[in-house]
């Protein structure tokens, strides 16, 4: 049974940085793309970051580039989100997510386990 749970969400000042984790089970992890998307509320999930299954490809939604960094360790079967110079439209429940492809990795069709998010929330 393939499991995602991501952590490291929180409340932080704008400005402020965090580190999502989120670690996989029940699959092999060095074969797949990890993704991050994030959903505000009332609004539709959204792209924010991939990484390829080696982590040598990566690609970033413009809203979050600059800002945040995406990596693996295939051996910890754990993918992360670096977020630095967080604002308050960084809001958002983000998830974590498998794609058996690299290809239109920005969209959510091409994933197929998704966890359950973390919250973050950034205040002004």
């Known amino acids: 049974q393939v499991q995602l749970v991501e952590s490291g969400g929180g409340l932080v000042q704008a400005g402020g940085s965090l580190r999502l984790s989120c670690a996989a089970s029940?699959?092999?992890?060095?074969?797949?793309?990890m993704g991050w998307f994030r959903q505000a509320p009332g609004k539709e999930r959204e792209f924010v970051a991939a990484?390829?299954?080696?982590?040598?490809?990566?690609n970033f939604a413009d809203s979050v580039k600059g800002r945040f960094t995406i990596s693996r360790d295939n051996p910890k079967n754990t993918v992360y989100l670096e977020m630095n110079s967080l604002k308050p439209e960084d809001t958002a429940r983000y998830y974590c997510?498998?794609?058996?492809?690299?290809?239109?990795?920005?969209?959510?069709?091409?994933?197929?386990?998704w966890g359950q998010g973390t919250q973050v929330t950034v205040s002004s």
């Open positions: 997510a498998t794609s058996s492809g690299w290809r239109r990795q920005m969209e959510t069709s091409q994933y197929n386990y």
């Open positions: 029940g699959l092999t992890f060095s074969g797949y793309t």
């Open positions: 990484i390829s299954r080696s982590g040598g490809s990566t």
